[in-house]
Antibody
Framework: QVQLVESGGGVVQPGGSLRLSCAAS????????MHWVRQTPGKGLEWVTF????????YIADSVKGRFTVSRDNSKNTLYLQMNSLRPEDTAVYYC?????????????WGHGTQVTVSS | DIVMTQSPASLAVSLGERATINCKSS????????????LAWYQQKPGQPPSLLVY???TRESGVPDRFSGSGSGTDFTLTITSLQAEDVAVYYC?????????FGGGTKVEIK
């Protein structure tokens, strides 16, 4: 069955960096687009970024543009989110999610999430 | 950005009764090219990540009980749970995938009366 396991979260000071990883299994990772979505008690669910199956293109939310970068290594079945210049408002649970198809925007599976806390 | 507005924010329904959740988008989610509504519904139970219930506004995801149904078109959508079960206690979210950025509604918390 589909498994998405996030890692790399933690506590970081404002202005710091973190790299999240998502290990995927149970499906042919090469054939599916992926998204990162974050959740906070105050702002609810917020989509962060999308990457096509072949990393041919991606989209990113304006709130993180220029600070966050999505990438993937299809040889390792792993999705990444590089987060730089972190701000307190980036504090959230970050979910790795699988799309329905090659370039699909429909999210059909979610990992259990990793907590990112930005605080001094 | 497309704004998704859900109502009510919470509702309490007796076991076996119907629950109706509404979702309104700030612009039409109906594509003229394929005549599909780019809307999904998710269920999030306490302590768990969301799970997909419905996509294309009315297509039930595999394995989702048929007491869950989605309807609507354009800017107005509804998720209906007929005969509410105890395991349906959750927060429900609508989400548009018509364009980037994908956006979610604020959620509707469903409880047992």
């Amino acid at each position: 069955q589909v498994q998405l396991v996030e890692s790399g979260g933690g506590v970081v000071q404002p202005g710091g960096s973190l790299r999240l990883s998502c290990a995927a299994s149970g499906f042919n990772f090469n054939n599916y687009a992926m998204h990162w979505v974050r959740q906070t008690p105050g702002k609810g669910l917020e989509w962060v970024t999308f990457i096509r199956y072949d990393a041919g293109y991606n989209y990113i939310a304006d709130s993180v543009k220029g600070r966050f970068t999505v990438s993937r290594d299809n040889s390792k079945n792993t999705l990444y989110l590089q987060m730089n210049s972190l701000r307190p408002e980036d504090t959230a649970v970050y979910y790795c999610t699988k799309a329905q198809g090659l370039g699909s925007f429909i999210i059909d599976y979610w990992g259990h999430g990793t907590q990112v806390t930005v605080s001094s | 950005d497309i704004v998704m507005t859900q109502s009510p924010a919470s509702l309490a329904v007796s076991l076996g009764e119907r629950a109706t959740i509404n979702c309104k988008s700030s612009q039409s989610l109906l594509s003229s090219s394929d005549n599909k509504n780019y809307l999904a519904w998710y269920q999030q139970k306490p302590g768990q990540p969301p799970s997909l219930l419905v996509y294309w506004a009315s297509t039930r995801e595999s394995g989702v009980p048929d007491r869950f149904s989605g309807s609507g078109s354009g800017t107005d959508f509804t998720l209906t749970i007929t005969s509410l079960q105890a395991e349906d206690v959750a927060v429900y979210y609508c989400q548009q995938y018509y364009n980037s950025p994908l956006t979610f509604g604020g959620g509707t918390k469903v409880e047992i009366k």
